[in-house]
T-cell receptor, first 112, second 117 residues
Framework: AQSVTQLGSHVSVSEGALVLLRCNYS??????LFWYVQYPNQGLQLLLK??????LVKGINGFEAEIKKSETSFHLTKPSAHMSDAAEYFC??????????FGSGTQLTVLP | GAGVSQSPSNKVTEKGKDVELRCDPI?????LYWYRQSLGQGLEFLIY????????KSGLPSDRFSAERTGGSVSTLTIQRTQQEDSAVYLC???????????????FGPGTRLTVL
């Protein structure tokens, strides 16, 4: 079964600094990959998704992710963190199975 | 239209009681999913409905869990004889299925926080 691994359950960055959240997938063929964000007491909101059309995917709120097949990675980045980016971020994979398989999540803290 | 809605937002129950959680998907979405989000367990898939097809129940943790989807729209997740380990946030999502049958974006509801005392 396909899976994703998120490295780092907690990441702290200063406001204005680069955000880098790591995700690696298990499949040799890049599956459908997603990044979701969850704000406190809310459901998950899609940030971006990879569907093989382009290796660099741009999402909402200034986030983007690049798939690197040689590294089986799909890391999420944002050039300049904002206080409002503090949330939990989930990488997920969807393939032949309809449901998504989620990583364990990364809690992002943005320091003033 | 409106997004995915779930009710209740919070549910506190006593061990051994039955609970029903409701999900209203986005109108027109044929696929509906239930996930469970537990502390230390992350998000785990429970069950998937697609149109009139038989649901994929492969994620249900025990026979105390069941779900139905009436009229291809509203879904109810039922947990019988609740246990303390059932305490979690139960998330519902819906999506449309593309022509290739692949995953399209899943839209999530706010969840129901279940606490079993």
């Amino acid at each position: 079964a396909q899976s994703v691994t998120q490295l780092g359950s907690h990441v702290s960055v200063s406001e204005g600094a680069l955000v880098l959240l790591r995700c690696n997938y298990s499949s040799s063929v890049p599956p459908y990959l997603f990044w979701y964000v969850q704000y406190p007491n809310q459901g998950l909101q899609l940030l971006l998704k990879y569907t093989s059309a382009a290796t660099l995917v741009k999402g909402i709120n200034g986030f983007e992710a690049e798939i690197k097949k040689s590294e089986t990675s799909f890391h999420l980045t944002k050039p300049s963190a904002h206080m409002s980016d503090a949330a939990e971020y989930f990488c997920a994979v969807g393939g032949s199975a309809r449901q998504l398989t989620f990583g364990s999540g990364t809690q992002l803290t943005v320091l003033p | 239209g409106a997004g995915v809605s779930q009710s209740p937002s919070n549910k506190v129950t006593e061990k051994g009681k039955d609970v029903e959680l409701r999900c209203d998907p986005i109108s027109g979405h044929t696929a509906l999913y239930w996930y469970r989000q537990s502390l230390g367990q992350g998000l785990e898939f429970l069950i998937y409905f697609q149109g009139n097809s038989a649901p994929d129940k492969s994620g249900l943790p025990s026979d105390r869990f069941s779900a139905e989807r009436t009229g291809g729209s509203v879904s109810t997740l039922t947990i019988q004889r609740t246990q303390q380990e059932d305490s979690a946030v139960y998330l519902c999502a819906s999506s449309s299925i593309g022509a290739a049958g692949r995953n399209n974006e899943q839209f999530f509801g706010p969840g129901t926080r279940l606490t079993v005392l």
